[in-house]
C-alpha cells in the first residue's frame, strides 16, 4: 500500500459508497447533508491513503532500540540484534525485540538511531516486512516513524547515515518508509539530498519517493524540483509524483511568473496519455488556477476515464459557487442519466459544498441523493449503481 497516493481506485469506489450512505441518510431526513458531512473527494482521499487494517499476527509488535534487560521482552529471548552500523546505548547494541502486546513501536528515549546507512536499511527493511505481512498495525508503524524523525532531526550523524541508504536502497517498502520519515523532518539539509535525488537520472522508484518527501513539506521550495522532473518528459509514475509534490495550493510569495509555468505545465498534463497522471494534473490545475482552469476541467468531464471524469467534477466544484460555467457543467453533469454514478455523486458533494444557494442547485442534489436512496433501497425511480452509465 502506497501511502503517499492522494486519489486512487479504492478512492473512486470509497465515493460512491459514501454517496449512497449519504443518499439514505437524506431520503430518511429530507434535507441536504449538513456541511460536516465528508464530501466524495474527502472519501477518496481518506481511502486512497488509508492503511491496511491489522491482520493475523498483530498481537506481535516490535520495538526498536531495545536490549535484553529491556522490561517487558518476551522471554524467551526472541530478539535479534542489528548486525550492521547500530548505534550504542547505556544497555549495549541496540536490538529489535519482539514484544507480545505491547502497543506501540517506539525508538527507546535517549537511544541511538543506527549510525551507517547499513543501519538504516536492515532497520527498515524488517520494518518494511512486517507491515507487508500486516505483522505490524499502521500505528505502530507510525510511531516509529515518528521516533526515528526525532532523532534524525536531532543528531546529524544518523540523519546523513540515511540520506546515505536513500540513495542506494532498491526496496520499495524501505524507499516508501524513509520518505515518510524524511518528510517529517525539514531540515536544509535534507530538504537538498532530497531534491538532488529527486532531480538525478537514476531509479524511478527512489525519485519518486524523494520528490513525495518534498511534497510532505508543502513549501515553495518544492515548485522548482517538481518542474524540472516534469520538464524532463519522466515516466508517468514519477509525474505524478512529482506534480502530487506540489504545494496543494500556491504558496504565498511564489512569483507570479513561477506559478504560470506551473499553470501551463499541468494543462499540458491533462492530455497525458496516462490516466493516473491526468487524474493528478486535473486535480493540481484546479487547486493552482481556480476559475482560470474551468474550460480545461469541464473537457475533462469527456476524458473516456471514471476516476479522471470525478477528479474533473471535483476541480469544478471549487470554484462552483463564483463561477456559473462550472455551477451549469455541474448541474448538466448531474442530470446526465448516461453518467456513471460515482460522477454524478461527484457532482453533487461539490454542489452541496460549494455552489452556494441557488435553489436550482439545491433542488437538483437532493433530487440526486434521493434517487440513489431509492435505488440502494430496491425502491423504483433510482438507477443503481452498476446499472449508471459510463460514458
Known sequence: ?????????????????????????????????????????????????????????????????????TPGAAADGAEAGHEAGCGKHAGGELRVVELEGSAALTVGAGMDAPTTAAGFIELLRDLGRRDREDAVDPETVDAVLEDIARLLTQ????????????????????????????????????????????????????????????GMYQAAECVPVALAVLRGQPPAALAERAIEALPDLPPTGLAAEERGQVVRQLASLTQSGA????????????????????????????????????????????????????????????????????????AADGLRNWGGADPEVRRAVIAFYDAEARAAAGEPGGAAPAEAGAK
Request: proline share 3%.
Open 1 to 69: 500500500m502506497d501511502r503517499f497516493r492522494r486519489f486512487s481506485l479504492a478512492g473512486t469506489i470509497a465515493l460512491a459508497l459514501g454517496v449512497l450512505v449519504v443518499a439514505q441518510a437524506l431520503r430518511q431526513s429530507g434535507e441536504t447533508a449538513p456541511a460536516g458531512t465528508a464530501s466524495g473527494r474527502e472519501l477518496a482521499a481518506t481511502a486512497g491513503r488509508a492503511r491496511r487494517t491489522t491482520g493475523a499476527g498483530a498481537g506481535t509488535v516490535v520495538r526498536v532500540g531495545a536490549s535484553a534487560a
Open 155 to 214: 543528531d546529524p550523524a544518523p540523519r546523513a547515515a540515511a540520506l546515505a541508504a536513500f540513495g542506494v536502497e532498491e526496496d520499495a517498502g524501505a524507499l516508501e518508509l524513509m520518505a515518510l520519515a524524511f518528510g517529517r523532518v525539514g531540515l536544509p539539509d535534507v530538504r537538498a539530498g532530497l531534491a538532488e535525488i529527486a532531480r538525478l537520472d537514476g531509479a524511478v522508484e527512489r525519485r519518486g519517493f524523494a520528490l513525495s518527501a518534498l
Open 275 to 346: 490516466a493516473e497522471v491526468r487524474v493528478a494534473a486535473y486535480r493540481a490545475l484546479a487547486d493552482w488556477d481556480q476559475g482560470g482552469a474551468t474550460p480545461a476541467l469541464v473537457a475533462g468531464l469527456a476524458d473516456p476515464e471514471l476516476v479522471v471524469r470525478a477528479t474533473a467534477a471535483y476541480g469544478l466544484a471549487l470554484s462552483a459557487e463564483k463561477d456559473g460555467a462550472a455551477r451549469g457543467a455541474l448541474l448538466r453533469l448531474l442530470a446526465d442519466p448516461r453518467e456513471h454514478v460515482e460522477v454524478r455523486g461527484t
